[in-house]
């Protein structure tokens, strides 16, 4: 698997930074916009040179190794970095919403249905777990090409409201189910909840919100990261760089959107 190099920090870093013009798909109240999960999409794809698949494909982009074999990277972006980087402990994420999928799995088993899936967590949680790494193993039939699952993985770009940055890198294949305790956590009011947890001795691996929605989330922790970068900041636009969509027209069109402009509806 190849880990990122400070080289790469770099230059995604700044690929990043240009949303910064009323590109990106977040908006700010200044007209200006942030990078959003499709334009970190398309960064990574520029970075290392792959095929962004702009899709709800198993790997977002496809690195070429020469022939026909690629590896994949799975991008996963969130706001939820800790105001102090530091004291990150988990890089939350969320895998999956396919909830008929989870569902057709779940069902596969003769004595689990939506009526009494709740009385058997663990069934429940390896059958979810086990479709997602299925998933992955069967990438290269849906993709029509060879991907090398071995030097594949998840970049996680995490991000908080003062407008830090970090990376972090983990291997594509998931924890086994079959060493979690799955259960389903009790309500306020002592009656079982609705979500499913599978936890392992330091806490959560996974949640699966099975009736509101299929939300499957992962919690790998920053510890068992493959790779992560320093915390780190966009870099300012030049002054002179026109910020949002209608000063971005004027400035590659001025002769024709003062044309329109100055026109009588």
């Known amino acids: ?134 998933w992955h193993e069967n990438a290269s039939d849906q993709m029509g090409v060879y991907i090398d699952l071995a030097s594949s993985f998840y970049l996680v770009l995490l991000w908080n409201k003062q407008g830090v940055y970090q990376l972090f890198q983990f291997p594509h294949q998931l924890p086994d189910p079959r060493n979690l305790n799955w259960r389903f956590p009790l309500t306020k009011s002592g009656q079982m909840g609705n979500h499913l947890r599978g936890e392992d001795s330091r806490g959560k691996v996974f949640e699966w919100y099975g009736e509101s929605g299929g939300q499957l989330k992962y919690y790998p922790r920053v510890q068992d990261a493959v790779w992560k970068s320093r915390p780190f900041r966009l870099e300012p636009l030049p002054p002179e760089s026109p910020h949002g969509v209608l000063a971005r027209v004027e400035a590659y069109f001025p002769e024709q959107w003062q044309k329109v402009s100055q026109a009588t509806p």
């Open 1 to 134: 698997m190849r880990k990122l190099t400070l080289t790469d920090v770099e230059k995604l870093r700044l690929v990043l930074s240009v949303y910064q013009d009323g590109s990106g798909q977040l908006a700010r109240p200044d007209g200006s916009t942030l990078p959003g999960w499709r334009n970190f999409e398309r960064s990574v794809s520029l970075i290392f040179e792959g095929l962004a698949q702009e899709s709800k494909a198993i790997f977002d982009v496809l690195v070429p190794t020469g022939g026909q074999s690629y590896y994949g990277i799975s991008c996963k972006m969130r706001r939820e970095l800790k105001r102090n980087p530091a004291e990150q402990s988990v890089v939350p994420l969320e895998l999956s919403n396919a909830a008929r999928h989870f569902w057709t799995a779940i069902k596969l088993h003769p004595e689990l249905n939506e009526r009494n899936y709740k009385k058997h967590p663990d069934l429940v949680g390896k059958a979810i777990i086990s479709l997602v790494n299925q």
